[in-house]
């Protein structure tokens, strides 16, 4: 595809704005202005509309295609939440309103959302109470874990490290790490399984926190969490659940009553709002009682009367997380899905999650090794091992996927399987739409067999084929030169 400067013809021109009748200042110092020309592409609008039509074309996305990449739950986001979102009420109020009106007169209705959905929020996961301040899951975590740490803190108890299983989401590690803590990892063991004996050991009183990701990236849930929970809680430990991918489990099982003391969502998985390229998102933490007073402030606090005001008083706070109240348009669209689908709706959304991965997971494991072969939640984890024998990696089947139309699984994580390919294909997909993909997938075990040139060519669709993706990300050359 040419770049727009490629298309620049000298002197050709896009815009047709009438002469400027605003004085032409003289006053500007001399070194603020330009010396050399700006390069900009001569070219008419059509050419512009043109240009960035077909760049769009370009883009992937749930909208357009099959995204079954695991753990990122790219299911399709209804769009009457926009409409919603985009309420004049909602999307025009500056966020310092409610102070200026002195109670959040103005801004009533926003306040509502935000009492309320946390409300929900309490009920779906069964913990006490929720902040909505930060920004991302990641963000969530590290809230999650400044509140464990806070809260060792004023008990006066020095705790050194986290208890992280190797099957967690990358980013509990981090997140433990940039809080302070020394991270222990507990490897899976042959079955998949979190090592009970190696836990055991780790645990002791510089425990602070026992983080697990659930279901883990294998796409399995931990059948001792609740062992695991009270054996924390005797050594005064707390227990932090990753709920980024809670649709495995909406309705099913409550983190609050397996004993889990802190526990994050991402609103943009879970609960169907738009997320990619980095956001927007929405990653809010849930705590037990015991933690409240660490919250987040401002906390959206219920008048007698009946109205809402923010209160600053969480005398025991870790202060502000993020500016304001969060992703509010972000958490309004998750609120007006939740209150779409209901309580039989949101479960029926995580057994048609479970489902469909399952579904996955069984026309294909003639196909591909299973390297923990066991009933997932939502989402299936193969392994490229046999067709790696014939020279064909993980990378090659998603390359071939892409010329199929469809946007490949995640691959090469989680990292505790060898060329990793994890499926999530998400409660919004047909059975049309998943045949597809598993012939597709079928395919390329085939051809693995008696074509792999096939697989190492792709992808021959798209503007670009392979990358050198290391070269792309250390030494990006983004601009183009004359
Ligand atoms: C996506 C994800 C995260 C991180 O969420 P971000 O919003 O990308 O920061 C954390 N844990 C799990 C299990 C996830 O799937």
Sequence with gaps: ???IFEKSSSGRQGYSL?????????????????????????????DVVRHFSALARLNFSVDTNFYPLGSCTMKYNPKFTEKIAALEGFSSPHPLVPQLSGGGILAQGSLEVLYHMERLLSEITGMAAFTMQPLAGAHGELTGVMLISAYHKSNGSRRKHIIIPDS????????????????????????????????????????AAVMLTCPDTLGLFNPKIKEIADLAHRVGALMYYDGANLNAILGKC???????????LNLHKTFATPHGGGGPGAGPVGVSGKLIDFLPI????????????????????IGYIAPFYG?????????????????????????????????????????????????????CVFSASRQLQNGVHALDIAKYLIDKG???????????????????????????????????????????????QILHSAPLTMPVKRLDETRAAREPNLRWKP
Aim: charged share 25%; net charge negative.
């Design 1 to 3: 595809m040419q770049l």
């Design 18 to 46: 009438p002469k400027s009748d605003v004085p032409k200042a003289d006053s500007l110092p001399g070194k603020y202005c330009r010396v050399t020309q700006a390069n900009l592409p001569e070219v008419s609008e059509l």
């Design 168 to 207: 967690s989401h990358g980013t509990n590690p981090a997140s433990a790490a940039i809080a302070g803590y020394d991270v222990v990892v507990i490897p899976t063991d042959k079955s998949g399984s979190f090592d009970m004996e190696l836990y055991k050991k780790a645990l002791n009183n510089e425990t």
């Design 254 to 264: 409550r983190p609050g009553d397996i004993g889990f003391d802190v526990v994050h």
């Design 298 to 317: 401002s906390r959206v606090a219920k008048k007698d009367d009946g109205t809402y005001f923010l209160d600053y008083q969480n005398r025991k706070t």
């Design 327 to 379: 992703n509010f348009a972000v958490i309004l669209k998750a609120y007006a899905y939740i209150l779409a689908l209901g309580r039989e709706g949101l479960i029926e959304a995580s057994e048609n999650a479970v489902l469909n991965a399952n579904y996955c997971l069984s026309r294909l494991r003639d196909y591909f090794d299973l390297p923990f072969d066991k009933i997932c939640m939502h989402e």
């Design 406 to 452: 469809f946007h490949p699984p995640t691959i090469y994580f989680p990292l505790i399987v060898k060329e990793a390919m994890m499926i999530e294909p998400t409660e919004t997909e047909s059975k049309e739409t998943l045949d597809n993909f598993i012939e597709a997938m079928i395919e390329a075990s085939k051809l693995s067999e008696e074509n792999p």
